[in-house]
């Protein structure tokens, strides 16, 4: 599975962004997925995942209420639509997949075996 994430940018605080992470592979359905973000001098933590069908959807607390996953499997495709945007949002965004055999969903980096290239989102104040 080869992820390719896209739709950072430079947006004020209060403002809106969405992040595309678009998969390879005919198997997408299968995968469950995540979004992790790293900012400044930091580890990279857990955004949010979503099942393979996407009727569950799991939020770090920080981000609850704000941020929503969401998925196409039609068109191998996970969204994060981000609304209520502040400064501490401020990272590098990765997608990440589970391989198809690992079917729960899961907030460790670690249980995760496909990264995107990450794509850059700065609030400002």
């Known amino acids: 599975v080869q992820l390719q994430a896209s739709g950072g940018g430079s947006v004020q605080a209060g403002g809106s962004l969405r992040l595309s992470c678009a998969a390879s592979?005919?198997?997408?359905?299968?995968?469950?997925m995540g979004w992790f973000r790293q900012a400044p001098g930091k580890e990279r933590e857990f955004v949010a995942a979503i099942n393979r069908s996407g009727s569950s959807t799991y939020y770090a607390d920080s981000v609850k209420g704000r941020f929503t996953i969401s998925r196409d499997n039609a068109e191998n495709t996970v969204y994060l639509q981000m609304n209520g945007l502040k400064p501490e949002d401020t990272a590098v965004y990765y997608c990440?997949?589970?391989?198809?055999?690992?079917?729960?969903?899961?907030?460790?980096?670690?249980?995760?075996?496909?990264w995107g290239q990450g794509t850059l989102v700065t609030v400002s104040s």
């Open positions: 990440a997949a589970r391989v198809i055999t690992r079917i729960g969903v899961t907030t460790k980096e670690n249980e995760y075996d496909y």
């Open positions: 592979g005919r198997a997408f359905s299968s995968n469950v």
